[in-house]
């Protein structure tokens, strides 16, 4: 199938970064619903979508309004290996800044049950509510409307990191890695899932990240060196959102 090439956007910094990447999800979401009904999401973790969950639930913002939440179902591209009350819990952040504003069916929030001491168990959990959830024969990848990710200084993306074995998964949809340097599992879709989506969406600020973003973008083909580089929709689009810091070594 074609690969098309990402699109890039750059805002001035996180506040009109966060507002173009909730238009984009506002867009995605009422295509998704005018078409199928229901809008299927995988949510991002890390501090950068903070600012993007917290205007999307903003009552004074016209996104609460245009997203039909009760049509739509948020999944995590990773979680970390916690409990959803834990600080570092994605599901968490996400609870806090946007399902405890909006008015939302529980059953449409799928959290990965990051509780279960065993993380295998747990991702091969998660792999069935995904696949339950789009109704698959085995094989068949989901095809998930819209799917934020963030990228690390390291060039990980989800918690695909460099040098670890889920980068060359092809099979499962979900899996559990042993992080060294956190001394942890995190849990992640794995990059089938991610490109099988109808949009995927990098959210990137701050110069800390401008490195990576070059060596991502325009660097030569390392994925397992920088993972972000493995995201490629087989058939759909690539946005990348940067603000003009993570995207100053770009044309560098
Ligand atoms: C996570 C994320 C991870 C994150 C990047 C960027 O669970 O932490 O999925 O991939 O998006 O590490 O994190 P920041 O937005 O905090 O820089």
């Known amino acids: 199938m074609r690969k098309v090439d990402p699109e890039i956007r750059?805002?001035?910094?996180?506040?009109?970064?966060?507002?173009?990447?909730?238009?984009?999800?506002?867009?995605?979401?009422?295509?998704?619903?005018?078409?199928?009904?229901?809008?299927?999401?995988?949510?991002?973790?890390?501090?950068?979508p903070e600012s993007l969950y917290?205007?999307?639930?903003?009552?004074?913002?016209?996104?609460?309004?245009?997203?039909?939440?009760?049509?739509?179902?948020?999944?995590?591209?990773?979680?970390?290996?916690?409990?959803?009350?834990?600080?570092?819990?994605?599901?968490?952040?996400?609870?806090n800044r946007l399902f405890s504003r909006v008015s939302i069916p529980k059953e449409n929030v799928h959290r990965v049950q990051a509780e279960d001491p065993d993380a295998d168990r747990a991702a091969?959990?998660?792999?069935?509510?995904?696949?339950?959830?789009?109704?698959?024969?085995?094989g068949d990848w989901p095809r998930f409307d819209f799917i934020l990710l963030g990228l690390g200084v390291d060039g990980h993306t989800a918690s695909l990191f460099p040098g670890t074995s889920i980068l060359h998964e092809k099979k499962r949809m979900v899996a559990a890695e042993w992080i060294e340097k956190f001394e942890s599992y995190r849990i992640s879709m794995t990059p089938p899932v991610l490109n099988h989506a109808a949009c995927v969406a990098f959210l990137v600020s701050g110069d800390g990240k401008?490195?990576?973003?070059?060596?991502?973008?325009?660097?030569?083909?390392?994925?397992?060196?920088?993972?972000?580089?493995?995201?490629?929709?087989?058939?759909?689009?690539?946005?990348?959102y940067l603000d003009r810091a993570a995207a100053a070594r770009l044309c560098a």
């Open 10 to 48: 750059v805002a001035k910094d996180i506040r009109e970064l966060s507002r173009m990447a909730a238009r984009e999800f506002a867009e995605r979401a009422v295509e998704a619903v005018d078409r199928r009904g229901t809008f299927a999401v995988a949510l991002s973790g890390g501090s950068t």
């Open 54 to 95: 917290d205007l999307l639930a903003d009552p004074e913002e016209t996104f609460v309004d245009r997203v039909s939440w009760n049509n739509s179902h948020f999944f995590w591209g990773d979680e970390r290996h916690v409990p959803p009350d834990h600080p570092q819990s994605n599901y968490r952040m996400a609870n």
């Open 124 to 138: 091969e959990k998660y792999g069935l509510a995904i696949r339950d959830f789009f109704r698959l024969r085995n």
């Open 210 to 240: 401008a490195d990576a973003v070059r060596e991502v973008i325009r660097g030569e083909f390392r994925p397992d060196r920088f993972p972000a580089q493995l995201i490629r929709p087989v058939n759909g689009r690539l946005i990348w």
